[in-house]
């Protein structure tokens, strides 16, 4: 008896999770079924009823979608999202993971300064730099698509180097002690024995700046502006925001579910990578 009443409990705290897990998820999911109900809806009907289906007197097909392109340029501002996200995320990868292996290999006074000068720049607000970092972009002329990339590596290198500086501790030195061995120079060693192992640890941090990057608005805000041809998509999605009640809601919804959809496809894609990654980033060592 008391085997099935202790399985008993055990089914019915399992049932009480999944509800839970349940409603968290229906929570987080709504925001994004209500944009995509709504950007199928004409928008006279969104804001008389935006909680309803659309129907047969409601549906607008794609027009929403079309309209959103013509008046923003969304085609343009999806290849300069692309760009700035790819580059920026390869950039990152590249270069904080080689400062991660020489700040955890070379053991110096240098090196944990710079380590925790890392660490430090993860906890201060972007509000605190903001307006020097726009003075120092328009000074060195990072307006532009590569510039950004450039400007995104700064402020994601923080993060990042945390999380491979915790992953190489945890490789044996051994590994690279045998590779030296054999002939390969530090360089070698790097890219074709302690760079594989990291993959992880890479997939994470691309996965977690890929996201921040392709949502950001505040950066490309402020140094690349609506006035230029370089707008990425949280830009111009906010342009059909419009002023004094003169906003196009069908094309701001449609266009936000452009903009979501490649960041959800490539985070299901990599999904798996996340938990391992960030375990073995952020406890080992």
Not at 253 to 282: D, N, S, T
Request: overall charge positive; hydrophobic content about 55%.
């Amino acid at each position: 008896m008391a085997k099935r009443s202790g399985a008993g409990n055990k089914k019915a705290v399992n049932a009480m999770i999944a509800v839970f897990l349940t409603v968290i998820a229906a929570c987080f999911l709504y925001p994004l079924f209500f944009i995509l109900i709504n950007s199928f809806k004409g928008k006279l009907y969104i804001s008389k009823n935006p909680f309803s289906l659309p129907d047969g007197e409601t549906f607008s097909g794609i027009g929403n979608y079309v309209n959103g392109m013509t008046k923003t340029g969304m085609m343009s501002a999806v290849g300069y999202s692309l760009f700035i996200t790819v580059i920026s995320v390869a950039l990152i990868i590249l270069f904080t993971s080689m400062t991660a292996y020489y700040i955890t290999r070379v053991h110096s006074a240098l090196t944990t300064a710079l380590y925790y000068m890392f660490v430090f720049s993860m906890i201060v607000p972007f509000q605190m730099v903001m307006f020097s970092m726009v003075a120092l972009a328009d000074q060195f002329h990072l307006k532009n698509p590569l510039g950004m990339c450039i400007l995104y590596l700064g402020f994601g290198a923080g993060l990042s180097v945390f999380m491979f500086s915790g992953f190489v501790k945890a490789i044996p030195l051994e590994i690279e002690e045998a590779a030296m061995i054999d002939g390969a120079t530090p360089v070698e060693t790097y890219f074709k024995v302690v760079f594989p192992i990291l993959k992880p640890t890479a997939i994470t941090v691309a996965i977690l700046n890929a996201m921040w990057i392709w949502n950001d608005f505040l950066l490309p805000y402020l140094v690349i502006g609506v006035g230029t041809k370089y707008k990425t998509i949280p830009v111009v999605v906010q342009m059909l925001v419009g002023s004094n009640g003169n906003k196009d809601m069908g094309a701001l919804m449609a266009m936000l579910v452009i903009a979501i959809i490649p960041i959800i496809i490539f985070y299901l894609f990599c999904q798996k990578y996340i938990i391992e990654g960030v375990v073995a980033g952020a406890v080992k060592g």
